[in-house]
């Protein structure tokens, strides 16, 4: 009896292994950086995330099942790939998370799958096991939850039940682009039709669900920047989409994309920093700046590219610019503009001295801003 609990033991700790190594491809679920994560003790993957109420815990990312049934030219997982199949039942996993949340090793669950057995089957297994993590184990923290292109309806109305957050990779910005890397699926039909389902559900409320991700595999379908921003403006604009991820394609041996360079990581930054433009700063898809080629300038951030542009626009008065025109300046975000409201209430900046006390980006904004009338770069510093 002892040799039979200690081999499913050891099979359990080899499925941690493998399925907790394949789900660090996915970012979709607000985790910090991958160099962050740690290495558990059992070969278990745990990630810094920061949820949306900006309280930061620590998540087990983990696959249900790997070695999918699909043939995604850029996956490890992909049908055919070197990666071989192991699934967990939805006990054993239920019961893992359960033994590392208890020991306080973890504080949520982030829950995708490769597809086994068509993606019913397999959603109905994550589904399952999160069903027993919430009525039998009484968790009543925080869980993201992948839906698999291909699930019905019902299950993702139940994922939305159980689930806090729940997310649908696109991949790619165009059915043609999607086309390159993943045959068989269709953008529209399958994955931009998701979204809207789950955007109108997020807009009648009443369930756990309050928000949904998605992700794009940058540089793999040859895909354009002003492809994948402008597929994500659309979506936040019409399917109450929360957040877009980006993940920089990377070659994996055994693909049919293993010959294909992967792209520059700072392609990867600029998409992030546009992104927090377009949710964040009050910039829409039309005030971003593409080069000939369709994509974000590398060698500089696309807030500075719009800047340069309009140098009709500099230097702000400090002490009556709008909010929206503030964040504007190189230099100021939204907590930086936030804090020269507050500030202005009460009293008028004039000095550099206010301003390094109201942001911290003071030298990147001085150049830009007037204070009280006189040009910030006039003023000698004194401390």
Partial sequence: MFRIMEDRRMGIEKKLHTLGQAARFDLS?????SDQRTRGEDGKWIYPAVLPDGRRIFLLKILQAGGCERNCGYCAQRSGG????????????????DRLHRSGKVGGLFLSSAIHGSAVKTMDRMLATVEIIRRKQRFHGFVHLKILPGSEEPQIRRAMEL??????????????????????KSLENDLIKTLGFI????????????????????????????????TLWRCYRELNLGRGYFSAFQPIRGTPLEGKPAPPLDREHRLYQSDFLLRKYGFTYEDIVFGGE???SLNMDPKSVWVSLHPEIFPVEINTAPQPLLLRVPGIGPDSASKILRFRRTDRIRSLKNLQSLSRRWR??????LLDGKRALGQRVLF
């Fill in 364 to 369: 990147t904004a001085a150049p830009y801003l």
């Fill in 199 to 230: 955007g109108a559900r997020l807009e009648e409320g009443h369930l756990r669900a309050t928000s949904q991700t998605t992700q794009f595999v940058v540089g793999a379908g040859d895909e354009t920047d002003r492809e994948i921003l402008g």
């Fill in 29 to 33: 679920c607000a985790c910090g950086d």
């Fill in 294 to 296: 369709g994509n974000l």
């Fill in 163 to 184: 689930a806090n957050r729940v997310s649908v990779n696109l991949e790619a910005p165009t059915d043609e682009s999607l086309r390159r890397i993943a045959p068989g």
């Fill in 82 to 97: 070197l990666q071989g199949r192991s699934m967990f039942t939805p006990d054993e996993l239920a019961g893992l998370f």
